[in-house]
């Protein structure tokens, strides 16, 4: 027995050692990897094309510019916005060569690309595509008799419905494939009704149209149904008695048919092309979308373009770091589709029913009821997004696994289904954002971060700052709040839109641009040689941020609805454009990951380990007794649930006995339909459900307000996992085995001092700098067993992670941030170079620090690009303590060197750098390099001669490759400003100081 005993206690040892062990190890090599982040952890770009403009020579000086400065990944794309045709025709032998060409430098140089599945960035199609393989819409006309007998009627060939984006985006040769197109689906004979269309919504309820949520006003999240049947005459709809399918009558365009007595309408039904075309397509690539219901039409059109790219290639390494490795479909803007050539045979098997029927309920008719028709049509959207999700989105995803890839996604903007359901079906879902003052896509991030968490994909890929009319005005410094705010969202790999490959010759710079949009994310920007301080910054918090698991406690249950953007309650977020999370996290879920979830310890979890403390529904009247069994499981094996039970089932399978079968299941789970007054906890086997009147009352956006969840948590001894004394810090936390650290960002432009708490407990708090790779303990805290509360301080728009790794150690008497003591100002006047390239003079006197933009030489106002300045100093202090060159104000990104060393880029708050080790008593030598950007310079070109693009033309001298005719300095393929428009501040304002710490 003792010796059983002995061998228990020397396990229990070994293994607690190695444990240790493996402990450190691991956050040895998160200190290692955080210091020095690996290149997996770079941003990457967009990387786009202009209809034809593409050189090998621009690829390679793109892919090599990149590497220089950290970029680590590429979304090839080829479009055409605002830019004149090229030389080299899209998918031509040329234009492959060079695709091979950039795979190639790609494999080379260790970056990874990213291949959308058509061209533009809309979906997959081309001028290939068949019109019986593109999507397609369901359409009718209607014909008038009245009862004498048998007649042989001529029936109207039904039009097709508009295209969204109008007839403009068609060729010719387009456009009248497009008219062409259409074939007989039925022919359907019912009374004649009132001609009225009762059902509200119904282009976008029968899947004709979805405008894009993010950029269109009105656009609806979901589509509220209208079973109010009181206005309704029994002449008002039509009876599925009394309909008489007339389709086998059908003969050229006429049927003969012995008419009833009475007056009766004959629907003659068909498919047409739906209008949607690749966009915005190189010219030779505009053609029909694919039908994204299909898996014939989907792999005719795989086999034209991905089938060509990957033969071309011939067999690839797919354990290179570099090379084609994921394939992805971009924001979804083609719009619905209502048909599919197997829609019938599908909608039997999946449904239970003929929909045949009901066809007229797509014409906005009403088929039994206003209540069945609105059944009907959310089965129709179901099928759809069946369809689609099957014949697809998962379709690509197992062909690029099959080709030794993934596929990514970003599942919206005119979405005909659930925005979480395609996500979803991603290997790797992805989000969009755009700069501040364009579209607020901010959902797009909280819908990708969930699908990511939930699934287990540690990497949250974002389209990042998005922007029109940008100009070349964003930086490094003016993006970084944004940044962070992305980061704080749950986004960990930043995206760039957009890296405009640059085909003209190097001395035309900005050169190339996407027409008006884009953050100009390229190698011809002025800062270009100095942003790798900024990506260096974005490497650290991505690597941390993709490491991590994310803690949450709320998971938002989204309803079965195709279309459904997820929103979540305006009272658990807080700002305007950039919304921030308050205290607790939360997710968004689609229906179809539920089932994968299980409960432990209380918690809803899920296979990937990510675990919730409340499942709460959203306030909405239908839900599918499958789903509903689901989560009564989940209550009864110990969940949590807060929400009110719904109504109704929403489809017609089984109906009536689905609404029985929802009913009873209600009362089983809530005890009843009826609402108590107020906030009820009832048990339900091992679990808790929390319902009642409060919840539908105080619906905020589909769900109960944050202050009802949060007040659940508390309840739950679960205070919130961070809050601020005073607000105005955002926050994400994460966890690595039992390591948790949090990113933590200040909102605003002020400089802040707070008492920070986190929900950790028993462990050393660290703060760990993304700007500059340091790492240190924070040794005033304190831990009352609930949380720890730290003492910080931050610079304007800081943000840094605080790690709590290790047996605490506080230190009360000690602070956790040195104040700043000036004790020399560098006030001499500086030596100051331009490059005389640009207009600048090359050398000038500034005998004290100033705006360039205000300077009476036009040379200094209108100059973009960098100056060099320098100045002597003598310096007679002591050199023990850590010494510090503060810049002051820099417009708008600077390099120091001191005493011939190099002491790197100074991008953002605080403007300062290190200078202990270069610092010497004496003279000492300053040189800073300062950049400013394109803006100046573009505005003082518009005093002289325009000899640009003009009618879409290139100009002939660029053609020709003759001197240009003008004087100047810039050439940019879209203009941005005229003469009037406004400089910008420009060079180093100061005022530079030497400081120490205190």
Known sequence: MMKNVFYWLVSISLFTLISTCQAESDTNMLRKNFMIPPDSARPGVYWYFMDGNLSKEGMTKDLESMKKVGIGSVVFLEVNVGIPRGKVDFLSEEWKDCFKHAVQECERLGISMILGIGPGWTGSGGPWVKAEESMQSLVSSVTHVTGKGKQTVSLTKPDPMPPYFGEGAFTPELKERWQAFYKDVAVLAFPKTDEKTFIKDIHEKALYYRAPYSSVPGVKQFLSRDNDDLSLNSGDVIHLDKIVDLTGSLVDGTVTWDVPAGEWTIMRVGVRNNGAVTRPAPLPGVGFECDKADTTALMA?????????????????????????????????????????????????????????????????????????????????????????????????????????????????????????????ADIPMCEFWSIGGYNTSFSAVEGSSLANIKGQRVVPSEAFTAAGDGWKQHPASMKDQTDWAFAAGINRLTFHTFQHQALRDDLRPGMTMGPYGVHWDRNQTWWPYVDGYHRYIARCQYLLQKGQTVADVLYLAPEEAPFVFRAPVSALEGDFLIDKKGHNFDACPPSLLYNASVENGKIKFPSG?????????????????????????????????????????????????????????????????????????????????????????????????????????????????????????????????????????????????????????????????????????????????????????????????????????????????????????????????????????????????????????????????????????????????????????????????????????????????????????????????????????????????????????????????????????????????????????????????????
């Not at 067999?315 to 979804?332: A, Q, Y």
């Not at 949590?640 to 299941?665: E, F, K, N």
């Not at 931050?794 to 009360?812: A, H, I, T």
């Not at 518009?942 to 020709?960: A, C, M």
């Open 301 to 425: 059109h795989l086999r034209v373009f991905t089938e060509e790219l990957f033969s071309l290639l011939g067999e690839r390494d797919t354990l290179l770091p570099g090379g084609l490795k994921i394939l992805h479909m971009d924001s979804w803007e083609m719009g619905a589709q209502n048909w599919t050539p197997k829609l019938r045979q599908e909608f039997k098997k999946r449904r239970g029913y003929d929909p045949q029927p009901y066809y007229p309920v797509y014409a906005g008719y009403i088929v039994g009821d206003k209540q069945t028709s609105e059944r009907f049509l959310w089965d129709l959207r179901q099928t759809m997004q069946e369809l689609m999700l099957e014949n697809h989105s998962l379709f690509v995803k197992a062909y690029a696994h099959k080709h030794g890839m993934k596929l990514s996604i970003e599942p919206y903007d005119m979405n005909p289904m659930q925005d979480l359901e395609l996500g979803a079906s």
């Open 610 to 998: 990510m675990q919730y403390s409340l499942l709460v529904l959203p306030v909405f009247e239908t839900m599918t007794p499958r789903l509903l069994d689901k989560i009564k499981s989940l209550v009864e094996d110990g969940a949590t649930l807060v929400g009110i039970p719904p109504l109704y089932a929403p489809g017609l399978t089984d109906y009536p006995v689905c609404d029985q079968v929802l009913s009873t299941m209600i009362t089983d789970l809530w005890g009843g339909k009826d609402l108590p007054a107020g906030l009820v906890k009832r048990t339900y086997g091992k679990g808790q459900v929390y319902w009642g009147q409060d919840i539908r009352d105080k619906a905020d956006n589909l769900y109960p307000n944050y202050p009802l969840t949060s007040g659940l948590l508390d309840q739950m001894k679960l205070g919130d996992d961070f809050r601020s004394d005073i607000g105005k810090i955002r926050y994400i936390h994460k966890k690595v085995n039992e390591q948790d650290f949090y990113f933590v960002s200040n909102r605003t432009r002020d400089l802040l001092n707070t008492v920070c708490h986190f929900r950790v407990t028993g462990k050393q708090p660290q703060l760990w700098n993304p700007v500059n790779g340091e790492i240190r303990n924070l040794p005033a805290f304190t831990d009352d067993g609930t949380c720890t509360s730290v003492d910080l301080s931050f610079e304007p728009n800081q943000s840094f992670f605080v790690v709590f790794d290790g047996k605490p150690q506080p230190d009360l008497g000690v602070k956790n941030f040195s104040l700043s003591k000036e004790i020399q100002k560098l006030d001499k006047s500086w030596q100051v170079s331009f490059d005389p390239k640009w207009g600048g003079p090359a050398n000038v006197e500034f005998k004290e620090l100033q705006d360039w933009s205000q300077c009476p030489d036009e040379g200094i106002k209108y100059y973009s690009g960098t100056a060099v300045y320098c100045q002597s100093f003598n310096y007679s202090q002591s050199l023990q303590k850590p010494v510090y060159l503060d810049l002051g104000q820099v417009k708008n990104i600077a390099k120091v060197w001191l005493n011939g060393k190099d002491l790197g880029v100074i991008w953002t708050n605080p403007w300062e750098v290190e200078i202990t080790d270069a610092l010497k008593k004496g003279n000492n030598e300053l040189r800073i390099e300062v950049t400013n950007l394109w803006v100046n310079r573009l505005i003082g070109d518009e005093l002289k001669q325009d000899d640009g693009i003009v009618d879409g033309q290139w100009p002939e001298w660029l053609i020709n490759g003759k001197e240009r005719p003008s004087k100047r300095y810039t050439f940019a393929t879209f203009r941005h400003y005229t003469k009037e428009s406004p400089l910008l501040e420009s060079g180093l304002l100061g005022p530079v100081r030497i400081v120490v710490k205190e």
